[in-house]
């Protein structure tokens, strides 16, 4: 069964706007994890936040995590076309990574 | 260069015969995992090893199998068993469970 279930399912914004995608899960985890997936290749990992944590940033990225409620969000600020790509979230929990389906972002320039 | 790497890019296969996807990382990981995707399905777990010489089966293990003699590799053998092969398969790898994990390029799987 898949962990993460994300949503939107996909989101199309203007260069320049804010991008925020969901996450929610059902079971207790180490951490929460996002990636990203360029059309037909691998997954690049983005940002990792543990359980006892609240919010991280990585650059343009912010993630929140709210374990009461089991459910993450990730901010992209300032998009770019070149952030065009599908996201996803993934939770780490009893030495494996479960995947969610993914979310679809498109950046018009 | 460190990483992992996928082997073949993309892979054609008869009904009825077995194939293997090759997986091999230099980035000294203990963990390796096999996902399988689909349009529409995100990534669903097919195996994963913590360790070397043994593996667990995922959420999707049913005609498929796995061997990790090496630290370094994690072959994916999908045999005649499984009904509906044609996919996109990546193999990642972690320092240990559940740590941020690096992908390969992935194998492109088509049933001819």
């Given amino acids: 069964s898949q962990q993460g279930e994300e949503d939107p399912q996909a989101l199309s914004i203007q260069e320049g706007e804010n991008a925020t995608m969901n996450c929610s899960y059902k079971t ?8 990203r997936q360029n059309s037909g290749r691998g997954l690049v990992h983005l940002i990792l936040i543990r359980s006892n944590e609240r919010e991280k940033h990585s650059g343009r990225l912010r993630v929140t995590l709210d374990t009461s409620k089991k459910s993450s969000s990730l901010l992209i600020t300032a998009s770019r076309a070149a952030d065009t790509a599908s996201y996803f979230c993934a939770t780490g929990a ?4 479960t995947f969610g389906k993914g979310i679809t972002l498109s950046v018009r320039p | 260069d ?5 082997s073949p890019k993309y892979l054609f296969r008869k009904e009825g015969q077995n194939v293997t996807l090759s997986c091999e990382q230099n980035l000294n990981h203990d963990a390796m995992y096999w996902y399988r995707q689909d349009p529409g399905q995100g990534l669903r777990l097919i195996y994963y090893s913590q360790i070397v010489n043994d593996f667990q089966k995922g959420d999707i293990a049913e005609g498929y199998s796995v061997s990790r003699e090496k630290k370094e590799s994690f072959p994916l053998t999908v045999t005649s068993a499984q009904k509906n092969p044609t996919a996109f398969y990546l193999c990642a790898s972690s320092t240990e469970g559940n740590t941020e994990a690096f992908f ?4 492109r799987l088509t049933v001819v």
């Fill in chain 1, 28 to 35: 207790s985890i180490n951490n929460l994890q996002w990636y």
């Fill in chain 1, 94 to 97: 009893n030495s494996k990574l």
């Fill in chain 2, 2 to 6: 460190g990483g992992i790497t996928q």
């Fill in chain 2, 104 to 107: 390969g390029q992935g194998t």
